[in-house]
């Protein structure tokens, strides 16, 4: 892709990978709101990062901008080379974009998550679990989910359009980042339009 059309957006300090050097580079811990127009944006940063700048293009109506995640210097050539496949973009229901994995956990003051969640119309636990793991599938129905037992081993999958819980109280994770209080209920499903993936 021709370089003008291409922006990358750095996050925490990172260094820009050698290959990205001569494209416009945009410090995204500062101007974050007002992201560039062009038509492929590069992301140097986390999966947290990721889904900041997936949460903007779709609030902003923009998920027709190509999206390219280059975490480490050697994926750098490949954001600027790869083709863009339109993938399922999974969100919950405040507009938060998730791109790596999403958990509901028990509370501070629990050890368990108590209520009922189900993936479209499987009931994926009713009762009390230690949590739940979701995670964005590149393919159709778009995530998938899981309970885990103790020590947080992993159940079986379950895939689906959209995941759901109501509980007395749980602790959502989105990529590693924990809201700030419990909920009683959350969602997490396939927004009608995908976004614009740049396989690494």
Known sequence: MDA???????????????????????????????????????????????????????????????????????????????????????????GTVITATAHWLPPQDARTVRGEAVVDDEVLFDGEVTGVRIEPTIAMPGLRARTLSGRFRPKQWVAGRAAQLGTTGALVVRDGKPAPRPVRRSTFYRHTQGWLRVAS
């Not at 903007?56 to 480490?72: C, F, G, T």
């Not at 600027?80 to 229901?93: M, N, Q, S, Y």
């Open 4 to 94: 003008s059309q291409v922006a990358v957006l750095l996050f925490g300090g990172r260094r820009i990978p050698r290959v990205l050097r001569g494209v416009p580079v945009v410090d995204a811990d500062a101007v974050i709101d007002e992201l560039p127009d062009c038509r492929r944006l590069v992301v140097v940063g986390s999966h947290v990062d990721l889904a900041t700048v997936l949460t903007r293009l779709l609030r902003a109506d923009r998920l027709d901008v190509e999206v390219a995640h280059a975490p480490r210097w050697w994926q750098g050539r490949r954001a600027l080379t790869g083709t863009a496949t339109r993938v399922p973009l999974i969100r919950d229901e405040t």
